[in-house]
């Protein structure tokens, strides 16, 4: 198979679909791999060294979609990407669509079969696609607070860890799935007072054997989640419900309540955000202040450590990479993982929970009528 790898072009977006050494696992296997120059750039891998490791390298974009067959990327596809496409290529990427109507009627348009990474499953019921990138987020959450809860970017002056004599700021996370495990395990191990909120009994009694009380675990309320915010100083979503968009648990009303120069840090923001006053952001231009209320709300956390992310990011993605390349649609009937991957085909959304959050009733022709509304 003819596989390409595009430059990626959303804001602050360092990393890149396929790293080098997965270049060399499938270009080993007699596959092609087409990349843009400077592609890799983000990660310090110039094309000489795409290049050794079996590519061929073209000069732009458009080079890459004409002559591919599967293209491998990692954020969602911009609209001069998905006008790019066409009816025979297959796209694996993060897609998000459920809060993103705009771009599912681009990738319905255009004929070609989408593969979220968001969406392919794992024999646990895991999403191991997501997780190696929930885990980045999850840490860097946590490194995004403690900058802006300083006083000269708009916080309350808060250290996360205190000093002695003096208490550790109050973080309180929304979720306790792999984003909300990272995030509170370097919270507290910045000497943070840290609680974990979340829905399933089962994974807080997990959580608290793990971090053997090092953190409070409380299960998910109205009352419980706006008792734990109110008293916070810095709260991170960390919720998610695989294709869906993300639940709006802290309101706009509440904000008014909380402390001044709290720190909101929506990593659920790629699913539309778990706060109702969030609205995606990017490293350039990182937060924004709502009734008081620094919100930090960047759409590609891990674009901002490219050299870790991708790497992580390959490693997981890799093994699906080789099948669809080896084997193209047919891998979905070998592999149902993968196959629940699958967001958008001929036309039509196919995932149950993106379709359900798009409004879409499963016929391609309203499916369109509805995401130009």
Wanted: with cysteine.
């Amino acid at each position: 198979m003819r596989i390409g790898v595009p430059t990626e072009i959303k804001s602050n977006e360092f990393r890149v679909g396929l790293v080098p050494g997965s270049v060399r696992e499938l270009t080993a296997r007699g596959h092609e791999v087409i990349v843009q120059s400077g592609a890799g750039a983000g990660i310090f891998a110039d094309d000489a060294t795409y290049q050794k490791a079996g590519a061929r390298v073209v000069a732009n974009a458009d080079a890459v979609f004409d002559q591919a067959e599967m293209i491998v990327k990692v954020k969602e596809p911009q609209k001069v990407e998905w006008e790019r496409l066409k009816p025979h290529h297959i796209l694996f990427t993060y897609l998000h669509l459920a809060p993103d109507p705009e771009q599912a009627k681009g990738l319905m348009a255009s004929g070609a079969t989408a593969i979220a990474y968001e969406t392919v499953t794992d024999a646990a019921g895991g999403l191991p696609l997501l997780a190696p990138m929930s885990e980045v987020a999850g840490r860097l959450s946590i490194e995004a607070a403690a900058l802006a809860l300083r006083r000269p970017t708009g916080g309350r002056g808060v250290l996360m860890g205190g000093v002695p004599g003096v208490k550790p700021a109050k973080v309180v996370v929304l979720g306790g799935g792999v984003v909300g495990t990272n995030a509170a395990r370097m919270a507290v191990g910045l000497g943070a007072d840290v609680s974990i909120i979340d829905r399933s009994l089962p994974r807080l009694r997990q959580l608290d054997d793990m971090f053997q009380g090092r953190v409070k675990t409380y299960a998910s309320t109205l009352d419980t989640i706006e008792t734990e915010v109110l008293a916070a100083d810095v709260v991170v979503g960390a919720v998610l419900v695989a294709g869906a968009a993300a639940p709006k648990l802290v309101t706009r009303r509440m904000l008014k309540d909380m402390k001044q120069g709290a720190v909101l840090v929506d990593v659920a923001i790629d699913q539309g955000g778990c706060f109702e006053t969030s609205k995606a952001t990017t490293h350039a231009n990182p937060t924004f202040e709502v009734d008081g209320i620094i919100h930090y709300c960047v759409a590609n956390m891990p674009g901002g450590v490219p050299v870790t992310s991708a790497q992580a990011l390959n490693n997981a993605t890799l093994p699906f990479v080789l099948k669809l390349a080896e084997r193209g649609l047919a891998a979905f009937d070998r592999d149902p993982h993968l196959a629940a991957g699958l967001n958008v085909k001929g036309g039509r959304i196919m995932h149950h929970a993106v379709a359900a959050s798009l409004g879409f009733d499963g016929h391609p022709g309203k499916h369109l009528a509805v995401a130009a509304e």
